[in-house]
Structure formats: C-alpha cells, structure tokens
C-alpha cells in the first residue's frame, strides 16, 4: 500500500522523483506528491493519477527529494490527505507508509498545544512532532528517534530537512530499502524502482532508522546503534520494467509467462537423475524421510497457488499437505510441529497476512520457507531462507506471471521432494521432460488464444459468472474467478465442480455463463456431470479444455490449450482466465493495470 521513493544525489530529483513514483504507482493511485529541497523545502501533491500529478507539477528545482503515491487509509482521497505532509515553519516534510494506532491521540495532542492539522491524515503527526523537537534544539536523528519512541503503530517514513542535506528514514512494518548509486542514494518502497539507477540495495529491517546522504548511508537501530546492513544483489531481470508496445501492463505480464517459466525452471531440472534442485530448498534427507506434513500459505493468487501446490506435493512425494489463507492462520491458534514443513508463498513479500503467519509459525518454534518473487522483501529475509520465483517486476495490480512462476516454483519443489521419498527416477524424468516444454506452450497457446472475444460477449451480458474445476483444476477457476471479478468488477463464484450441485446451481439461468476448468485429468469425466446439469438448466459454458479431447462437444464456447501431464494444466489452462479477465475489464473501459479499491501490495493486516 502507498509507494515511496526518495532521492539524494547530483541530479534533477524532480524528474527522478516523478519516474520513481510512476514505477511505484500500483503500490497506491488514489494521490500524490513530491518534496525538492533547493534552500527551502517545495513541495507539490494532488489527487488523481501520477501522470496528472506530473504534468501539474511546477519546475521544482533541487537535488534532494521524497516522494508519495498514496492508497488512503486514514482520511479520504483529498489533496489535504495526500502526501507529502511539511510541517508549519516549513522545515520538516515528510512520506509515510502504514497506520498509526495511537494519532488520535498523537493529534489531540497537538491540536491542544496549538499546532494547526492540515489533513485528516495519520501521518501528518511525524512532520509536526519532528519539527518541534528540533526547535527544542536536537539534531535529526534524536528528533526522529523521539518521536517514533511516542508512536505505535507501522511505518515506512522518510523524513527531508529545509536546514540538512541528508534523508532520514525509518522501517517498522512496512518495506524500504536504500539503493546505492555512484555519489548518488535512493530510497524506495521496492527494488524494481530502483533497478535502472544501481543493482546494489539494502533493505531495512523493523526498528531501523537510516541516515541517507549522496555519498554514504549509515543504518542503526532506533536506538542509535550502528548495524552493518548487507548489500543486496539486484539481478537483471528487475530492469525489465518499461511497458512498451503494450497497451497495459496486465497484458504484457501476461505475455511473460513463457519467458518468466524459462526464468523460474532453468539450471533448476536434473534430467539424468530425474528430479530438481532448489538450492534454498534444500531439506536435510533425514528430515525429508520423516517429514509429517506440509503447510503453504498465501492470500488471493497466492494461495490458488499454494491450492495446487498442496496436490503436487500429496501426489508426488505422498506427504500430507494443507494450504492456508494466510488472514485466518493466527486467528485459530494453529498447532505447530517444529519437524513439519512450511511454506510462505508471496509474490510482493510484503503481504501483511503472510509475513504476520510467518512469524506466528517462527514463534512456535518452526522454521518457514519463502516462495517469494521480490528479492530483499520482508517475507524473504523474515523466512531467512526459501527461493526466489524470477518473475521480475510485476506492475499489474492483478497478478499473472508471478501465478505461473509460483506453481512453476512448487512443482519444481514438488518434484525434489518426490524424488527424494517415492517418486520413481522415470517418471521424475517424465515430468522434468513435460515441465520443459511448457514455456513454449505457453507461448504458442498465447500466439492463438481461441474465442476469447465470445467468451467476453456472454460474459459481459450476465450478473455474475461460476468458475468450476475439479481437483487440479479448481484453483484454477478460483484464480479465474478472482481475476475477473477484481479487474472487471463483475461478481464471480469459484467452485469445485462437484460441490456445485449443493448449492450454486440454484444461481443458474437461461444463459448464465459457467467457466469450466477441463483438462484430460482423470477427474473430468465426473466433471462432465457436472457440465450436464448446468446445461440442463440453461447455462452457457465455456469450456477451457486441451486440444483435441472430445470433451469439446459439450462446450458452448470452447477454448484449447495445448495439452500437459495432469497435474501441469495448471500452468496452460490459467491463461485463458487471465485473457477473458482483461479484456472483460477492457471492454467495460476499466482501468485495467490499477483496479478501484485494490492495492499491489497489502501491507496492513
Ligand atoms: C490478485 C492479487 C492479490 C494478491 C494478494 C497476495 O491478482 O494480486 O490477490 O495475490 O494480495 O499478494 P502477494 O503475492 O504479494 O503476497
């Protein structure tokens, strides 16, 4: 939620700045603004796009910035509210992420003494609190260090000085990490914001505070004790964040799968011995032989990702396993066993749910694996050990490729576990062969998408639609379900195609479209039941199914895809979803890449 970026260099940070935020801007859109100091601080915000935010924006001249895009949570979408907040003597501005709990108070408080509030905003309590302690004479650092010591709550806080030429930044819940340039430092809420300035980052950890100038940065604790922060590698792939001939993001993601697979799954398949190798995976054999279940976690795509997950690990390497929504793990006091396996699955490593189950799981005394796409991010260093995803950078709000790369990761580690308890050499080589060719399924499928335009047509003239699929295939039609409903804004229901006849099938009408999630699994012949008595009551189905499979025949609108192994549809039969979503959102004229009311990356609990 809300993205901030900072700059402490040579340059024009204006344009920097701007950039920055454009960059960040499907962490929040609601508003935003900027801060230059060049003498005096000046600052610039509105409501609306970035790109309207920019285009308004006065020269603001100066080589020191911070910068906002804000998803508002406390106070509404006013200018007012929209960040940055300066203080009244105009000394002090600054850009916060996360929630205070106690600025209600914070604010009465201030209010009493006589401070003038300009927002109706939390946040808004640091810039006044800060700029007050330094008129009792304290430098900086102890006028931040004080302040936070009065506030609870989350932050992602940069704080710019009319009277010093250096940042100050603090981390408590919500991310921010320091990129290193050549006499040049920025500040970001994600690495890919800063991929094109430096590959070198460090990355906060709660309860740090850090003093950013151009030509050095030194991290401390918040009580003022100097940490050494390890810099961070940031690979290539984060640089690919340009949208180029594509009209939206969503789309271009989803023309990535193919190449981003490629990205997850090579040097990481062992044909000769049939199995895989994920280093940051990798389970002493004892404790894999004696493993006594799995559990994943995630929320939204997340956990559809985990759903499948879940049935490649029980196939394969024959060891109970359950996913979770991560939002409801703390709630039930869940009982954990140190020996069990866990994994946290996420593509922005931020997910305040997941991180909160991590550390839940870590406090009962086991250990959490993260299947993350960002590298850096809080989830990541939380778990202290997993691997990464490659998705790259994925600016879409409603997440396509970081899907793929996750099913593409827990089938890789689905596979080494099996290999490593039951799964026999040969049919690990079968699956490592099938796995192989699925980028250039994917690509070849997306070259020729089917009647995804027919689909839309039925769609677009029902009240709500049913997703069904049956064992792999159902989260699938959850993941389809999501998509369509966070982007077109349509009321969808996901469920297994079996369960449908207890209670949903009451919802059918002449002509309610039903996505039908059937790949050639072994389970689709009690799908077709399932198939029939919708069509019995009138339904219209569209039916994503593999080539050449007969199935067809019962289709109203049928759409193939290339054919698999069972338990590898996912990776093929997701992406006609994800097509019927955006050009559903399309046809409606949404904004595709930033969906009303949502966030990339959901911070807050
Ligand atoms: C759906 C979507 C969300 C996220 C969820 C988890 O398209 O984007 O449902 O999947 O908020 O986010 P991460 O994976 O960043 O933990």
């Known amino acids: 939620m809300c993205g901030i970026f900072g700059y402490i260099g040579k340059k024009s940070a204006s344009d920097l700045l701007v950039k920055g935020l454009l960059r960040l801007e499907y962490r929040g859109y609601d508003s935003s603004g900027i801060v230059v100091k060049n003498g005096q601080l000046q600052s610039y915000k509105d409501t609306g796009k970035i790109s309207e ?59 009493k003494i006589g401070v003038e509030l300009n927002s109706e905003t939390d946040s808004e309590i640091f810039c006044h609190f800060i700029a007050m302690e330094l008129d009792q004479g304290k430098e900086p650092l102890e006028a931040l260090q004080s302040v936070l010591s009065m506030v609870r709550g989350t932050w992602g806080l940069c704080v710019l000085f009319e009277d010093y030429d250096y940042v100050l930044c603090a981390r408590n819940g919500s991310p921010l990490i320091i990129g290193r340039g050549k006499e040049e430092m920025f500040v970001s809420s994600d690495p890919h914001a800063i991929r094109e300035h430096t590959d070198q980052l460090v990355a906060l950890e709660d309860g740090q505070i850090a003093k950013v100038s151009a030509r050095d940065f030194q991290v401390m604790q918040t009580d003022g004790q100097e940490v050494e922060s390890m810099l961070l590698h940031l690979e290539e792939e984060w640089s690919e964040s340009e949208i180029g001939d594509y009209p939206h993001f969503m789309l271009k ?165 099996g290999r490593s308890r039951h799964l026999s050499k040969t049919k690990g080589k079968m699956i490592g062969r099938e796995m192989r060719k699925l980028p250039d399924k994917i690509r070849t499928y997306l070259e020729n998408p089917g009647p995804i335009n027919a689909a839309v047509e039925l769609i677009l003239k029902a009240k709500s639609v049913l997703f069904l699929g049956r064992g792999i295939s159902s989260p699938v039609a959850s993941e389809g379900a999501l998509k369509l409903m966070e982007i077109a804004y349509i009321p969808c229901l996901a469920y297994p195609a079996g369960e449908m006849k207890h209670g949903p099938i009451a919802l059918i009408e002449e002509n309610s479209p039903i996505v039908v999630i059937a790949p050639d699994d072994g389970v689709q012949e009690r799908t077709l039941n399932a198939i029939h008595e919708c069509k019995a009551r009138g339904a219209k189905i569209i039916l994503i199914h593999e080539e050449g499979d007969p199935i067809s025949e019962v289709g109203d609108i049928c759409i193939p895809v290339p054919s698999t192994i069972p338990m590898l549809t996912p990776l093929l039969t997701v992406l006609p979803t994800q097509l019927i979503a955006y050009h559903a959102a399309l046809e409606l004229g949404n904004d595709v890449d930033r969906p009303r009311n949502l966030a990339k990356s959901v911070t807050v609990e």
């Open 253 to 417: 993601e989803i023309h990535e799968q193919s190449e981003s697979l490629q990205h997850c799954i090579s040097g990481r398949l062992r044909h000769a011995e049939g199995t895989s190798v994920l280093g940051g995976l990798q389970i002493q054999p004892q404790n894999l032989a004696q493993l006594p279940h799995v559990r994943l976690i995630g929320c939204g795509t997340a956990l559809h990702a985990a759903q499948i997950g879940q049935i490649l690990i029980e196939q394969w390497a024959r060891v109970p396993a359950v996913s979770h929504v991560a939002s409801e793990f703390n709630a039930n006091d869940p009982v954990i066993n140190p020996n069990a396996l866990h994994l946290a699955i996420s593509q922005s490593g931020e997910t305040a749910d997941t991180l909160s189950a991590v550390k839940e799981i870590q406090r009962k005394g086991a250990d959490v694996y993260g299947i993350v796409n960002v590298v850096g991010s809080s989830i990541a260093r939380q778990c202290g050990k997993g691997v990464y995803i490659h998705s790259g950078p994925e600016q879409s709000v409603a997440s396509t490729k970081a899907f793929t790369n996750m099913v593409g990761a827990l089938t890789l580690f689905s596979l080494q576990l």
């Open 53 to 111: 935010m920019a285009s308004a924006l006065p020269r603001l001249k100066g080589s020191m910035g911070i910068a906002h895009t804000r998803w508002a949570t406390h106070g509404g979408v006013t200018k007012e509210n929209a960040h940055p907040h300066v203080s009244n003597d105009g000394k002090v501005a600054i850009v916060h992420n996360g929630i205070l709990q106690n600025s209600n108070l914070l604010r009465k408080r201030l209010t």
